[in-house]
């Protein structure tokens, strides 16, 4: 944190700032990774756009509950993590439902 001493950063905004940037997209050559394994430019800026998402969130919901813990919290981005945060849950704990997966073709020619 020492090397994060911006003019006005707190530490749970420098916190919040390191998760994003943990999980945020990662540089130009493991995009272009990602573009050659996926085969796909739509699939590739799915998986960078989610990345960024995701890290966006996260930082997010650790800054919102930080400044409750901290004792300054406002109502609306609490009220808007709270919410995140069961989604996020929700979407990790709902039941599999077989009837809409569909299974991947097997390539048996090798």
Do not use: H
Not at 31 to 55: H, L
Not at 91 to 106: D, F, G, I
């Amino acid at each position: 944190f020492g090397v994060l001493d911006f003019e006005g950063m707190t530490q749970l905004a420098a916190y919040s700032f390191l998760v994003f940037n943990l999980l945020c997209a990662p540089c130009f050559a493991a995009m272009g990774a990602i573009r050659r394994e996926m085969n796909s430019a739509k699939w590739t800026g799915f998986a960078i756009g989610y990345q960024c998402v995701f890290a966006y969130a996260a930082a997010f919901l650790i800054y919102q509950f930080g400044l409750l813990f901290t004792g300054s919290a406002n109502l609306v981005g609490l009220l808007l993590a709270i919410v995140l945060a069961a989604g996020i849950v929700y979407l990790m704990v709902k039941p599999y439902n077989k009837k809409s997966y569909k299974r991947p073709a097997v390539v048996t020619d090798f």
